[in-house]
Structure formats: structure tokens, C-alpha cells
């Protein structure tokens, strides 16, 4: 089983900033995909960022521009940079690490954009 281990969640304020971090076993991480996806209460997990092996990085359109996803290799570990944050950002945020044949999620981190 391959664990992966997230922190940086918490809560902030509107228009803030958060990075979220997810740290993977070496041996598989660099031959990975991986992306960052969120569940609001009371709603369908969504896609937020991915980041190819290669680097390669997509978005959607509702956090392009505010979130910016990137990886360290060395350091076996992924972040998502959140920036300008507002309510409807506040929700779970789960990484998922993907290989050709498997993919594999984290525990989830609690992010709450509140005044």
C-alpha cells in the first residue's frame, strides 16, 4: 500500500494564501502523475490541479490563475500554492498519486477560507 502524507491545511482568512504539501515514497513518486482535488460538504469531489512526471501542469478554470501545483523530485513531495482564497474554496483537499496501472489517494486536509 503506498501512503501518502499531506499537511498545510487550516484556516484562512479571504484573499489569503495556503500551500498545501503531499509527500510520497520515492520509488514511486518519480514516476508518477499526480493531482490535488477538493470535496465541499454535500458535494462531488472535484479536480483542482494535476502535474505530469515531466512537469507538464493543468488546471481548471475556476482556480487557474490562484492555484499553482509543482513537485520536487528530490524531495518526493508535490505542493499546490492557493492563493486569493474565498469561501467557496474551503473544502478537503486530497492528492492522488497515478501510475500507468494504479492510482492512490491521500488522507485529506482541512482547508477553511473564513472571516
Known amino acids: 500500500q503506498v501512503q501518502l502524507v499531506e499537511s498545510g491545511g487550516g484556516l484562512v482568512q479571504p484573499g489569503g494564501s495556503l500551500r498545501l504539501s503531499c509527500t510520497a515514497p520515492?520509488?514511486?513518486?518519480?514516476?508518477?502523475?499526480m493531482g490535488w482535488y477538493r470535496q465541499a460538504p454535500g458535494k462531488q469531489r472535484e479536480w483542482v490541479a494535476g502535474?505530469?512526471?515531466?512537469?507538464?501542469?493543468n488546471y481548471p478554470d475556476s482556480v487557474k490563475g490562484r492555484f499553482t501545483i509543482s513537485r520536487d523530485n528530490a524531495k518526493n513531495t508535490v505542493y499546490l500554492q492557493m492563493n486569493s482564497l474565498n469561501a467557496d474554496d474551503t473544502a478537503v483537499y486530497y492528492c492522488?498519486?497515478?501510475?500507468?496501472?494504479?492510482?492512490?489517494w491521500g488522507q485529506g486536509t482541512q482547508v477553511t477560507v473564513s472571516s
Open positions: 520515492g520509488s514511486i513518486f518519480s514516476i508518477a502523475g
Open positions: 492522488k498519486l497515478s501510475t500507468m496501472t494504479r492510482s492512490y
Open positions: 502535474i505530469a512526471r515531466v512537469g507538464t501542469v
